[in-house]
């Protein structure tokens, strides 16, 4: 189980990151929040870059980004070469996107999703494995894409 996570959102996402947060450290996971803590606006590519940045250079193996609709935040994310990072609306997308693609990153939408699912999905993802010996060469491929 991962024992130390990065988190980020918009001011669309506050609450559900909040939430999603909360749940977290409550099963003992370190948590490191780098906003945003208001309701101010604020450009969701700005904190999609300082996290994707962190996950990139392995500051931290995993990342959840939260914004309205979570689209946004993935397309920043994987604009970072080796980072890879899935829209999550649902358990299936939360088990594979680590097990078959291992994403670094989940995304939601506040806009979309409520916490309890939210909370769930991160367990789900959080509680699986890249599952190398049958997704390895495919992810391999991926990564070729980023030279």
């Known amino acids: 189980m991962i024992k130390k996570i990065i988190i980020g959102c918009d001011h ?5 990151k909040d939430s999603i947060k ?3 450290i409550s099963k003992g996971i370190e948590v490191y929040d780098i906003g945003v803590n208001s309701d101010d606006a604020v450009d969701y590519p700005d904190i999609g870059k300082e996290l994707s940045e962190k996950v990139q250079q392995k500051e931290y193996e995993r990342g959840i980004l939260v914004c309205g609709t ?3 935040m993935a397309i920043v994310a994987n604009k970072f070469s080796g980072v890879r990072a899935v829209c999550v609306n649902d358990a299936y997308t939360a088990e594979r996107s680590i097990a078959s693609n291992n994403a670094q990153i989940i995304t939601f939408g ?12 991160t367990d789900i993802w959080l ?4 599952q190398k ?5 495919k992810v391999d491929k991926i ?5």
């Open 12 to 16: 669309l996402g506050r609450e559900l």
């Open 22 to 24: 909360e749940h977290l």
């Open 70 to 72: 979570g689209a946004g």
């Open 110 to 121: 506040a806009l979309i999703i409520g916490a309890p699912n939210a909370k769930m999905y």
């Open 127 to 130: 509680s699986n494995d890249f």
């Open 133 to 137: 010996e049958r997704s390895g060469k």
């Open 143 to 147: 990564n070729l894409l980023d030279e």
